[in-house]
């Protein structure tokens, strides 16, 4: 499930649906064009091995396949080992949902609901949230039963998300990949849900069955969260290593709560040679508009000197009128500042 493509086509197989695109790797530019053609422009040809955004290009035009073909297969080549792509219909307007998973050894598989991680650029997501505004309760539990079946179908144990692109023509979920690990935003799944998702997984790794059922879960309220990278958005999102001056991110700006996940502290040193993440900032509170107000007095209270970073891009985003409405999907954001 590590790979796309396998991934792609099990959950098919599993009776998902799924993105229009090649039914295989593909073997050069020349038949990624014959499958451009029957899908329609515009396509996006992925890294079977990717993740974090790399080994992805969207073509608009017929012109520009066979180069972003040969760009997207030397940087997953040079990021993964493995320069295989495949091609999908680039769906314009679509929502990234995803829905988190736990199972084990004992037949035991529950979904933990979805996140809305629609708020990207490149193809890396910013901020999270759950649940998400953009689905209903009768979506949320069907797809989310047929997430934990699927995980289950194919002998899947342990953490894992299943991730989907919701199309904005007819509101279907259509299944993109699937993460094998534990992800950053887990944290918005366990302030909705209450289960530690690492002691669970730990749990599963120590043969010991899950402790939670599927009927004792329940969202409880809602979370937000905004990743802090040390890079500059006015610059187009241009790293900013050096020495930390000064890193206060306050807990107390209510009305919901704050959770801080951060390995950092007032003079580290941010290294040029590792992912720009330097922290997460959580906000739950029992409502939406709860949990945007609680962030933004904390992003507004944040002090993070020495390094630039995305706090600026955050509370735009947290309060532009789209954000606050829900209505907003994962191309929101082309270019910063607009």
């Known amino acids: 499930m590590a790979l796309k493509w396998p991934a792609k086509s099990s ?23 014959e499958i451009a053609k029957e899908t329609g422009f515009p396509v996006i040809v992925k890294a079977d091995a990717g993740g974090g955004g790399r080994g992805m290009r969207k ?10 073909f040969a760009a997207a297969s030397a940087e997953s080549q040079a990021a993964f080992g493995n320069g295989a792509l495949y091609l999908e219909r680039y769906l314009t307007g679509g929502r990234h949902i995803e829905f988190q998973l736990i199972t084990d050894r004992f037949g035991n598989g529950v979904h933990l609901f979805e996140r809305d991680c629609s708020v990207q650029r490149n193809h ?45 023509d007819t ?28 002691a669970e997984q730990i749990k599963v790794a120590a ?24 890079e500059d958005p006015s610059a187009n999102f241009q790293p900013t ?16 709560t704050i959770r801080i996940d951060t390995h950092l502290s007032e003079g580290d040193e941010i290294s040029p040679y590792y992912d ?22 904390t992003l507004e209270a944040t002090h993070i000197e020495g390094v630039k970073t995305t706090v600026p891009l955050h509370l735009a985003v947290l309060q532009s009128p789209e954000f606050q409405s829900g209505d907003y999907d994962t191309s929101c954001i082309p270019g910063w500042p607009a």
């Open 124 to 168: 890396q997501k910013l901020i999270e949230e759950s649940p998400s505004p953009a689905i209903d309760e009768e979506t949320r539990m069907r797809i989310g039963a047929q997430v934990a079946e699927a995980a289950l179908s194919i002998g899947y144990t342990g953490a894992g998300t299943i991730e989907f692109l919701r199309r904005p």
């Open 11 to 33: 959950m098919d197989a599993a009776g998902l649906v799924c993105i229009p695109g090649s039914k295989g790797l593909l073997s050069g530019p020349d038949q990624a064009m």
């Open 276 to 297: 720009s993440l330097i922290g997460k900032i959580i906000a739950h509170a029992p409502t939406r508009a709860g949990a945007i107000e609680t962030l933004i007095r």
């Open 59 to 68: 073509v608009d035009r017929p012109e520009d396949l066979a180069a972003a």
């Open 241 to 256: 290593p050096g020495e930390l001056t000064r890193f206060s991110i306050p807990t107390d700006k209510g009305p919901g």
């Open 171 to 198: 509101g279907e979920l259509c299944f993109m990949e699937m993460n094998t690990r534990l992800q950053v935003e887990h944290c918005v799944s366990e302030m909705v849900t209450g289960v530690d998702i690492v």
């Open 207 to 230: 043969n010991e069955p899950l402790s939670v059922r599927q009927e004792d879960l329940k969202l409880e309220g809602h979370a937000i969260e905004v990743r802090i990278n040390a």
